[in-house]
C-alpha cells in the first residue's frame, strides 16, 4: 500500500494511492503538529483505515504533500557508503554517524526549497532511502528489526556545506527550513521484499548526478535501527534517512553547487520520485 498525505479542495487528508487514483479517507485537524498518517501508523490503523473502500480522485487533482507532517524524530545517517566517504575526504565511521533534522524541514515532492539570499553558497542534495518506524522500538535487535519497520519513502537531505562544516556540528547547515523533501508517499513494508537492494538516484536540471544502491551500505537498514534504538526509543513514524550514496555536489572537481532556479529529483527505485525546484528568496 501506498500512503500519502495530499491537500484536496482546501483540506489535508490522509489518502491511499493506487496508480494514478488518490483514496482520501482522514482528516487532520487543524491544529499545529497534527499528523494523521502518524496517528494512524501509532494505532496500527493505517492499512485498515486507508484500504476502506471511499471513492477515488484523480491524483493529478491533489497536491502531494510530505507523507508526515511532524514525526516525533528525523534521524539521517552520515557517511554511510564507501564511495561517499572517499569523495569528500572524511574518515568511516566505526559506527552509525547520526544526527537529527527537525520536523521544520519536511516540505513536499514537488515544494520549492526556499533559500534566504546570503544564507549559504554551497547548497547540496544528499538521495536517500528513509525508513519510516512502525512500532515502538527499544534495545531491539538487528534480527528483530524489520518487524518495527512500516515502510519506506524518499528523502533529499539538503545541506548548506559552508554552514555544516564551519560550526564544528552538523545541526545549522542540515535544519533549514525545507531542507528535507520527503514523499511522494510511504510505500509499506510488505512492497519491498529487499530494502538493501535498491537503486538511489539523483539529477540536477536533468543531468544525472547521482547513481547508487543500498547495497553498498556500510551500516543496514537493520543494523541502523538496533543501533538506533540502543540509545533511543524510536517511536512509530519517527523517519531515519539512511545516508547518501557518492555524487553529492561537494565531492565533484569542480565542487557543483544549486542555484536559484535548479531543479533536484531525487528517486528511490519503486518508492517514487521527488522534484524540487530551488528558490532564492529575499
Known sequence: MKIARVRYEGRVLAARVAGDTVFPVVVEEPRHMSDAVRDLIADGTAEEVLGAGVPGVPLADVELL??????????????????????????????????????????GPAAEVRVP????????????????????????????????????????????????????????????????????WITTAAEVPDPQDLAVRARVNGRTVQDGSTKEMIFGVAEVIAYLSRYMTLYPGDVIATG???????????????ADGDVVEVEVEGLGLLRNPVRVTG
Open 117 to 184: 539570499r546570503g544564507t549559504t553558497e554551497q547548497l547540496d542534495w544528499e538521495a536517500e532511502l528513509a525508513v519510516v518506524v512502525g512500532r515502538t522500538a527499544r534495545n531491539v535487535s538487528a534480527a528483530d528489526a524489520a518487524a518495527y519497520v512500516f515502510g519506506y519513502t524518499v528523502a533529499n537531505d539538503v545541506s548548506a556545506r559552508d554552514a555544516q562544516f564551519s560550526d564544528g556540528q552538523w545541526f545549522r547547515g542540515k535544519n533549514f527550513d525545507g531542507f528535507c523533501p520527503l514523499g511522494p
Open 244 to 258: 547518501t550514496p557518492h555524487g553529492v555536489g561537494m565531492g565533484r572537481d569542480p565542487q557543483l553547487w544549486l
Open 66 to 107: 510530505s507523507p508526515l507532517a511532524a514525526p516525533q524524530k528525523i534521524v539521517c545517517i552520515g557517511l554511510n557508503y564507501a564511495d561517499h566517504i572517499r569523495e569528500t575526504g572524511l574518515r568511516t565511521p566505526q559506527s552509525p554517524l547520526a544526527f537529527v533534522k527537525t520536523a521544520h524541514c519536511l516540505t
